[in-house]
């Protein structure tokens, strides 16, 4: 899964031909959150157990007495996906089982309030994919921001106006948090790659999401940045409207300078 074939996720099928996801969810229409799950699951089939922290993934799912979910689920508090996870995985290693966890969570889940859990589950060394699905705010609760909420970006906690542009702050780089820590597997992803996700894609064209892997501490970068302008992956969303082209142009160096960043590390 290098460089010019970068993960095509539909094509890791090996686990399930059946969706096991099923449909009858309650999400947005389109929405990138159940694409991912449902994918997911076709790549992991069906001997895994869920630990899903609450979130969109969540509510949109496992509203009793329904379900979506066609294996082994339990949802969990916000901040405990990892925690929980961790559990089930020690209980099926005493029992010898072949079962695999996953911890699935949103990005404020992941990002703030779930990652203590999760940073324990790391140091503690358990075998245990944790998967964080970043929609980049809080949004079964209202689009509040969150700690992987871009610079620029409205929410409704960051509100736009004569003295804000939106969030102010840089996104918490938690994956290579994790890699730093120690994490043997440390990955991001774009649903952008699944089928004709165009804006998802624009994303990684333009440098305002990153492929990479860190695997025991070394960096490879999966796909390289198109050189696209962000502004053509800004302007084709609502929450980034009110930006002038200096704030852009900012936006612009961020991303170039981060860019630099990441590959002087793959130079070391
Ligand atoms: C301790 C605690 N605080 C707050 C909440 C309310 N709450 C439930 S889901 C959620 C936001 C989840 O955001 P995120 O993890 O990003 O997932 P998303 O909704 O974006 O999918 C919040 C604030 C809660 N359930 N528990
Ligand atoms: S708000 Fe939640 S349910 Fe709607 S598209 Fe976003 S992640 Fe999906």
């Known amino acids: 899964m290098k460089n010019k074939d970068v993960a095509d996720i539909s094509q ?8 096991l996801f099923y449909q009858g969810h309650t999400s947005c229409a389109g929405c990138p959150a159940a694409i991912a799950i449902r994918n997911m699951l076709k790549a992991t ?11 969109c993934s969540e509510i949109i799912s496992s509203c009793y007495p329904e379900t979506s979910w066609g294996v082994p689920y339990i949802h969990v508090a916000f901040e405990t996906a990892a925690a929980v996870a961790s559990g089930i995985e020690a209980a099926l290693k005493k029992t010898k089982s072949s079962a695999k966890v996953i911890a699935l969570a949103g990005d404020g889940g992941t990002f703030d309030i779930g990652f203590q859990s ?3 589950m790391v140091d503690r060394g358990h075998d245990v994919l944790y998967i964080c699905y970043s929609n980049e705010s809080y949004s079964n609760t209202g689009v509040q921001r969150s700690s992987a909420t871009p610079y620029g970006a409205w929410t409704t906690t960051t509100p736009v106006g004569k003295f804000s542009i939106g969030n102010q702050r840089n996104p918490k780089p938690v994956a290579e948090m994790m890699a730093v820590q120690g994490a043997p597997y440390v990955a991001t992803a774009s649903i952008g790659y699944l089928k004709d996700m165009e804006r998802a894609r624009l994303a990684v064209e333009t440098g305002m999401w990153v492929l990479y892997e860190i695997e025991n501490g070394k960096l490879t970068i999966n796909m390289e940045p198109k050189g ?6 800004l302007k084709a969303q609502g929450r980034f409207r009110h930006l002038a082209e200096k ?20 130079e070391i």
Do not use: C, F, H, M
């Open 228 to 233: 696209k302008p962000v502004a053509d992956y």
């Open 12 to 19: 890791l099928q090996s686990g399930s031909d059946k969706d």
């Open 247 to 266: 704030e852009i142009s900012e936006i612009q160096r961020r991303v170039d300078e981060d860019w630099k960043g990441y590959k002087n590390r793959t």
């Open 118 to 120: 999760l940073s324990g």
């Open 45 to 55: 089939g069906p001997n895994i157990i869920i630990s899903n922290a609450t979130s």
